[in-house]
């Protein structure tokens, strides 16, 4: 880890067991973030380092826990030589993220991801951040982590619903960049027994890397071209203005809340002529197949739909009365467009029945 | 303002009234962040403008501080196609720039620096941030304003103390650049009326914009080949080790703290037989001339030598048990060491006394 890239120049990639980890920071102080039930899981795999813990999922992403964070440096006493690692799923690198780009405006970062959605999404291309009162990922900033260490058969040990939160990014994936990836993860089905069967435990090590790795290489490569989101980089926000409304609002794992708001943009775009019905059924079955719900009837609750109508409002894409929406227009084929609020809402009003 | 660069390619500097800066912003969203007594002098000429008001000086670079923006920006429903102003001093551009940097991972930033300290120094290079539990800059990032409104007839306004604290990072840039800048400023003491008797109604206004369009070049060409501040930036750091130790629990202002920090940092410099004694007199000289502290005899407190010698293991600059030094070796001749805390501790027993 010497000659480490500057943060700006991307993140590294390693493949090696979690209890490897620390070996790889010898010699230099570690502090890992964790949760409580990693925290206990993995703990003993970190017996040289300060271990600080915060709490389980989304709660991990307040303004509260951020300012507990800074004060647990302050005891510490946490300064530019400290190397911080993120041990968990998204909100613990979301969180542990931000904490490290600010502190002492900004110290070294590395994540080790737990879980599926992490380790192809969510620790990649440098977007962290906490949630304030309400407004999901309402603070953050950009800001690459030096190393990600993947351990793939890790993920073993997700419950089922975490594994096909991850999933759904994959999916998003596949849908960006094309024809290979997105057969691949149709074949991934059949290993697991045909679709609505599919479950992690049936998908073979080798598969499961190549899922990891893909969607790595896919992400990466986005995020290289426009690190800060500018122009190109919208497209993996597929199915996310939608997605984080309804996480907001229900409470759906991240994934499940994304599958749902890609159903949706492909709603919007077959009812816009811009995608084929044949194209967008195969998404759909594909997203099915992995477990994930695409029938808005699920949730079919006025007040419910008032609320996610209401909250497109906040969403960080918003700019005035218009919001960069992604329009997905077939498998490979997706683009970003400056649509009306308005024009979202009453979509909202008509199609979610 | 249309064609603004990305925040990353630098600052556009801008000479113009304060009652002119509005209007830059014609057709845009403009929230201005400013202080009580500079919303009373200037309020109006934002009248088409949401105002923020923060608490006066450092007081304003608190998590508290931070935390009520981020309140105001809620309940204004504040999104990327706002623009956030910052009018007032360091302070106050410290805390809206991070704010800004932060909100939505970034929303358009500019300053209009009403203080001397602010125009040639605080408001360029994009570092912004707040204290935190004491610790002076505990939280920031680097993000450079869009554009800065330089207003130098409204210095005019300022008291003695402020004008000179400007004047400390004034002296610091030209003992980083060089003899030219260095004997413009003491041509200054002259037509001031001599050392000791200089104050600013008496420096005439062309001087007084050369004075600020040198320092603002010299401090941007060191920033734009180095923004980070990975390397040579960090020169712009001279005297502020001592000195931000000093102003933290002396309450000194920043560039009085300065000045003291740049008369230990030359002293130490002395002692290692690494400045001549003639070239640190000069430095000195222009120091006091300009009413600006530089003998730590003033504060001859026991108490207090141990206070800011342990702060000085709190700073930034600090990594592990050595520390980001800046040497001034000759006017033109300043250079960046790693020295043991020790040492620059048990310099400070002897020398402070």
Redesign the interface.
């Known amino acids: 880890l010497n000659d480490r890239p ?1 943060p ?1 120049s991307g993140e590294k990639l390693f493949y090696l067991p979690i209890h490897d980890v620390e070996e790889c920071f010898k010699g230099e ?1 570690l502090l890992v973030v964790t949760d409580e039930r990693l925290a206990e899981l993995f703990g003993r795999s970190f017996s040289g380092s300060k271990l600080l813990v915060v709490p389980e999922g989304e709660r991990a992403k307040s ?1 509260h826990s951020l ?1 507990s964070l ?2 647990d440096f ?1 005891r510490l ?1 946490v ?3 400290w190397n911080l690692l993120a041990l968990g799923g998204g909100s613990v690198s979301d969180l542990a993220g931000f904490a490290a ?6 110290i070294s970062f590395s994540c080790a991801p737990t879980t599926l959605l992490a380790m192809v999404d969510a620790s990649l291309g440098g ?1 962290n ?1 906490v949630d ?2 309400g ?1 999901k ?6 800001q690459r982590p030096e190393c990600i260490f993947c351990d793939v058969s890790a993920l073993s040990s997700l419950d089922p619903v975490q594994f096909a939160s991850g999933l759904a990014e994959a999916v998003k994936h596949a849908v960006i960049d094309g024809e290979s990836y997105f057969s691949f993860l149709e074949s991934l089905l059949a290993e697991g027994g045909g679709a609505g069967a599919f479950s992690h435990p049936r998908c073979g090590a080798e598969s499961l890397k190549r899922l990891v790795t893909e969607s790595q290489r896919i992400k990466l490569a986005i995020v290289d071209a426009d690190p ?3 122009g190109r980089r919208r497209v993996l926000n597929l199915g996310h203005s939608f997605g984080h409304a309804l996480e907001l609002e229900t409470g759906l794992p991240h994934g499940f809340s994304v599958s749902l708001g890609m159903a949706l943009a492909l709603r919007y775009a077959l009812r816009g002529g811009l995608i084929e019905d044949d194209e967008r059924s195969r998404i759909l079955r594909l997203l099915a197949g992995f477990g994930l719900p695409v029938d808005l009837s699920l949730l079919a609750d006025g007040a419910l739909r008032a609320r996610v109508s209401a909250s497109l409002f906040m969403d ?1 894409k ?3 009365a218009t919001m960069n929406f992604v329009l997905p227009r077939g498998i490979g084929h997706v683009e970003t467009a400056r649509i009306p609020v308005e024009a979202l809402r009453s979509f909202l009003e008509e199609a979610w029945k």
Chains 1, 2 share one sequence.
């Open positions: 500057a700006a102080r303004w300012s800074f004060d302050v006493g300064d530019r030589s780009h600010l502190w002492m405006r900004g977007k951040g304030f009162r407004y990922n309402a603070l953050g900033s950009f800060f989101e500018k960080k918003r700019e005035g």
